[in-house]
T-cell receptor, first 114, second 111 residues
Framework: ETGVTQSPTHLIKTRGQQVTLRCSSQ?????VSWYQQALGQGPQFIFQ???????GRGNFPPRFSGLQFPNYSSELNVNALELDDSALYLC?????????????FGDGTRLSIL | DAKTTQPPSMDCAEGRAANLPCNHS???????VYWYRQIHSQGPQYIIH???NNETNEMASLIITEDRKSSTLILPHATLRDTAVYYC????????????FGQGTRLTINP
């Protein structure tokens, strides 16, 4: 148990729709990172939020966006869903950037696009 | 970010030590070596990390060579529950510390 919780656990959407995924970070952590894991692949970094600001972004288009709230929970929003967006979306929390401490992951949201 | 190379799969007998190698020959002086594992349908689980000294915790030991170009994760007494994909990741301490996952090593523990 890492203390990182994600909701929902599973979700089915159709092409063109929009989706919001949620993450509650571990107590004492103020940094949240989001990753996408396609079937059979390792997770790919989407972006990181620290103190409610984006603090780094991977190679994902602008239709992937995020928010971090004052309580350090976070949302991942994806607009105009495409079939290739089908994946496991993982959230990881950590103390803060630059600290010699690991990121701790939730068990993810499985998103299926029909 | 430095890249890592791991064998795609390994087998180990239950109760024996599992030694998982990782090559990171382009590692920079400010980059740490992290190990995570992922059991089917779960999120990655943090195992251990280090900079240049060997590290040990309740889960595993991490041996980093003196030139830091490779490392070995050791699970001292493997159990069936250690069957998972193990990822070796190199990441700098500065910045967003994004974790760049490769394909990892699929470790199977056999009874």
């Amino acid at each position: 148990e890492t203390g990182v919780t994600q909701s929902p656990t599973h979700l089915i959407k159709t092409r063109g729709q929009q989706v919001t995924l949620r993450c509650s970070s571990q107590s004492g952590h103020n940094t949240v990172s989001w990753y996408q894991q396609a079937l059979g692949q390792g997770p790919q970094f989407i972006f990181q939020y620290y103190r409610e600001e984006e603090n780094g972004r991977g190679n994902f288009p602008p239709r992937f966006s995020g928010l971090q709230f004052p309580n350090y929970s976070s949302e991942l929003n994806v607009n105009a869903l495409e079939l290739d967006d089908s994946a496991l979306y993982l959230c990881a929390s950590s103390v803060r950037p630059g600290e010699n401490q690991p990121q701790h992951f939730g068990d993810g949201t499985r998103l299926s696009i029909l | 970010d430095a890249k890592t190379t791991q064998p795609p799969s390994m087998d180990c007998a239950e109760g024996r030590a599992a030694n998982l190698p990782c090559n990171h020959s382009t590692i920079s002086g400010n980059e740490y070596v992290y190990w995570y594992r992922q059991i089917h349908s779960q999120g990655p689980q943090y195992i251990i990390h280090g900079l240049k000294n060997n590290e040990t915790n309740e889960m595993a030991s991490l041996i980093i060579t003196e030139d830091r170009k490779s490392s070995t994760l050791i699970l001292p007494h493997a159990t069936l529950r250690d069957t998972a994909v193990y990822y070796c990741i190199v990441t700098p301490l500065q910045g967003a510390q994004k974790l760049v996952f490769g394909q990892g090593t699929r470790l199977t523990i056999n009874p």
